[in-house]
């Protein structure tokens, strides 16, 4: 028995070996993956992942145009130059048109400095300054040409301030916050989305990688009861047809070997474009078939998700952002006003011709002489009749924030059934998984014996084969149940932001690559 014992030890590490090496299709130096490896590199690198975090960017720098609104700004135009020549037609008393050519060349620059107030109003200081040459051909003077040389200087201070109505500004600003608090959330949720999903294709490689092994594992059984069979006819003591048997048992692993090694290879590239490695790097997984038993508590875990889930805060968002756009539509038949005031001076060089500098001088001392321009405005506009369009619009805002609503107290009692489900698939699956483990060693258990009563002769290899492929089933079938609760308690994480494993706060812990 000692001997038996040796043999299969040296026959597993064989069997390991070789599976390593050839069946599964792993070079030595191929990268290994372990589990949180994995999560790691999928919300660093993933297509998914880049996808929500460019879009929570996007939403980011929204937010930020939008806080820049209240900040002063400066603006500069130039024109260096502005040239044009065109045919302009003369009305004459008594007479037809007349059409002179005209043109003109300019050179000059504005700027304006702008403070937005807090009220959404601004003040605004502006400058202008250009020099002109204009030119004209008189028809009725046989196009006779007049020419002159100008220049043009202003100073202003404007106001404009918006009354009986919103300030767009922080309506705008508030709005932006909320879609990017929103961006951010969804972020969040793509995290915990990637995670399962990452479990799933990392556990169903891990499949893909034990049905390798225990196919190869079969077929190690296969081809030692083959030979058993072989030798036991050579001496005589089976029947020929049990030595066929045993060799279509063998062809039947054989092809059952292979299948399991392309469906790993298949699962392999699904899992690497999963987590954004590229198809050609090499993986290997890394994990084992242990698991720790948590136990749950109900009232925590739904405590927990009502508290936390990041649906309710999109929910509350959603509700927000059409309270805006609630208002909006309440102004749209409201009475509207505005107040502008603008004070300027203005100058305009008195002199024909000369040097830049000599026309300039012109028009600053014209705009020390000339009488500044001003202007007050206070405008009130109200649609009297607009054939009911503001009421409709605002009746449109009101139903879609009560369907909003709804959604919300919806989402609550979807995030209460889920966990509550949640919770009984992990009991369920724990359950089942212990009785599978404890299956799995009877299994292994009988083959053993089966093994060794078939080398003495006690039972035909119709009944070892029997004994293989239930060995097999329970070895599969303990995978599966491992597998549904890993995912089970992967699922109950995502849907209760915590991890009751390691009694912490969800993705608490979890980097990036």
């Not at 070789?18 to 949180?36: E, K, S």
């Not at 054989?254 to 050609?280: C, M, P, T, V, Y």
């Not at 995912?487 to 991890?499: F, I, M, Y």
Request: proline residues 2%.
């Amino acid at each position: 028995m000692k001997h038996q014992a040796t043999k299969d030890r040296f026959r597993s590490l064989l069997l390991h070996f070789t599976v390593a090496l050839f069946c599964v299709g792993q070079p030595l130096w191929g990268r290994i993956l372990t589990y949180d490896e994995a999560i790691r590199i999928a919300l660093g690198r993933s297509f998914t992942i880049k996808s929500y975090e460019y879009n929570k960017q996007a939403m980011e720098k929204a937010y930020q145009f939008r806080k820049a609104m209240f900040k002063p700004r400066v603006d500069v135009l130039l024109y260096t130059p502005s040239w044009n020549e065109t045919v302009t037609a003369i009305q004459q008393v008594n007479g037809l048109p007349v059409y002179n050519s005209t043109g003109s060349m300019r050179v000059s620059g504005d700027m304006s400095f702008t403070y937005m107030l807090p009220s959404g109003g601004n003040f605004a200081f502006s400058t202008t300054l250009y020099r002109e040459a204009l030119r004209t051909d008189l028809a009725s003077q046989n196009y006779r040409t007049l020419t002159t040389n100008n220049a043009y200087s202003r100073l202003a201070l404007s106001f404009n301030q918006p009354i009986f109505t919103t300030n767009e500004l922080k309506e705008n600003l508030k709005e932006a916050r909320y879609y990017f608090e929103r961006s951010s959330s969804q972020f969040t949720r793509g995290q915990m989305d990637i995670i399962y999903q990452v479990t799933e294709g990392f556990y169903e490689l891990y499949r893909a990688t034990r049905e390798v092994e225990i196919s190869e594992e079969k077929l190690a059984n296969a081809e030692e009861a083959y030979r058993i069979a072989q030798v036991k006819a050579e001496n005589g003591r089976i029947p020929e047809v049990d030595v066929l048997i045993t060799r279509v048992d063998l062809a039947k692993s054989r092809a059952a070997a292979s299948e399991s090694r392309n469906n790993f290879e298949r699962e392999k590239d699904k899992f690497k474009q999963l987590i954004g490695l590229d198809l050609i790097d090499d993986i290997e997984i890394v994990t084992d078939l242990k698991y720790e038993k948590c136990r749950i508590d109900m009232d925590k875990a739904l405590a927990t998700a009502l508290s936390q889930r990041l649906e309710l805060q999109e929910g509350r968002l959603n509700i927000d952002l059409q309270k805006i756009a609630m208002d909006r539509a309440n102004r749209y038949s409201s009475i509207k006003g505005n107040i502008s005031a603008y004070y300027d001076f203005t100058g305009v060089s008195t002199i024909n011709g000369g040097s830049s500098d000599d026309l300039f001088r012109s028009s600053f001392e014209n705009f020390m002489e000339r009488n500044p321009n001003r202007g007050v405005t206070f405008s009130l506009s109200y649609p009297i009749f607009d054939w009911g369009r503001g009421s409709a619009l605002k009746q449109q805002a009101e139903a879609i924030l009560l369907d909003k609503e709804l959604e919300l107290e919806y989402e609550r009692v979807e995030i209460t059934r889920q966990v509550r489900d949640a919770v009984r698939t992990v009991e369920e699956a724990m359950n089942r998984l212990g009785i599978y483990e404890q299956n799995q060693q009877v299994v292994e258990m009988t083959y053993r014996i089966s093994r060794m009563r078939f080398e003495n002769g006690d039972i035909n290899s119709q009944q070892l084969a029997l004994e293989q492929e239930r060995l097999a089933e329970s070895q599969l079938a303990y995978l599966n149940a491992f597998i549904t609760y890993q995912l089970a308690v992967a699922d109950l994480k995502r849907k209760t932001l915590w991890d009751f494993e390691k009694d912490r706060a969800y993705l608490n812990g979890v980097e990036t690559e």
